[in-house]
Antibody
Framework: QVQLVESGGGVVQPGGSLRLSCAASGFTLSTSGMHWVRQAPGKGLEWVAYIRYDGRNRYYADSVKGRFTISSDNSKNTLFLQMNSLRPEDTAAYYC?????????????WGQGTLVTVSS | SSELTQDPAVSVALGQTVRITCQGDSLRRYYASWYQQKPGQAPVLVFYGKSNRPSGIPDRFSGSSSGITASLTITGARAEDEADYYCNSRDSSGNYVVFGGGTKLTVL
């Protein structure tokens, strides 16, 4: 049974940094692409980043490119999102999601989300 | 990147059929996926690809696609179907993922 548990959210000042984690169980990250998706309060879903199962390809939304880095530690079966130069508009619940094999962009398994608040 | 456009709100009478649409140029080439999200919960995948419904999703949920428009149809809407619905797909490059703005479904 696939389980994804995010952590690392919190309150941070503008310009600050935060690292989100997503602990995976029930499968191995080395066999699955993974996404980060966020949702600002009262707003819709926004795709943030993707990492291929082998880490060779990583894609980012324009809104976070150059500031956020997606990575994974296969030995810990954990996905990360390093967020630098945070802005108030990055305030959102951040979800990790497992890409559905052969249907890139589709995600059947999601974590419960971790809330990031960027505020002074 | 490309955009996916959804109607902000749709309503349906209990037991009736409703179609939620998603438009975007990338849909000519790629299928959409559909997610249901209820307040305070993570999204749930309800349909993807040409004709795929995840295990546990009722068969009253179905999807279709034509040209630049993808549709999610709920046949015989139930009160528990009241939720926000999002489509997503690849963008035109095929590398990036894009979500529609979401449709709030009200079951009357």
């Amino acid at each position: 049974q696939v389980q994804l548990v995010e952590s690392g959210g919190g309150v941070v000042q503008p310009g600050g940094s935060l690292r989100l984690s997503c602990a995976a169980s029930g499968f191995t990250l080395s066999t699955s692409g993974m996404h980060w998706v966020r949702q600002a309060p009262g707003k819709g879903l926004e795709w943030v980043a993707y990492i291929r199962y082998d880490g060779r390809n990583r894609y980012y939304a324009d809104s976070v490119k150059g500031r956020f880095t997606i990575s994974s530690d296969n030995s810990k079966n954990t996905l990360f999102l390093q967020m630098n130069s945070l802005r108030p508009e990055d305030t959102a619940a951040y979800y990790c999601a497992k890409d559905l094999e052969d249907y890139y962009g589709s995600a059947q398994d999601w974590g419960q989300g971790t809330l990031v608040t960027v505020s002074s | 990147s490309s955009e996916l456009t959804q109607d902000p709100a749709v309503s349906v009478a209990l037991g009736q059929t409703v179609r939620i649409t998603c438009q975007g140029d990338s849909l000519r080439r790629y299928y959409a996926s559909w997610y249901q999200q209820k307040p305070g919960q993570a999204p749930v995948l309800v349909f993807y690809g040409k004709s795929n419904r995840p295990s546990g999703i009722p068969d009253r949920f179905s999807g279709s696609s034509s040209g630049i428009t993808a549709s999610l149809t709920i046949t015989g809407a139930r009160a528990e179907d009241e939720a926000d619905y999002y489509c997503n797909s690849r963008d035109s490059s095929g590398n990036y993922v894009v979500f529609g703005g979401g449709t709030k479904l009200t079951v009357l």
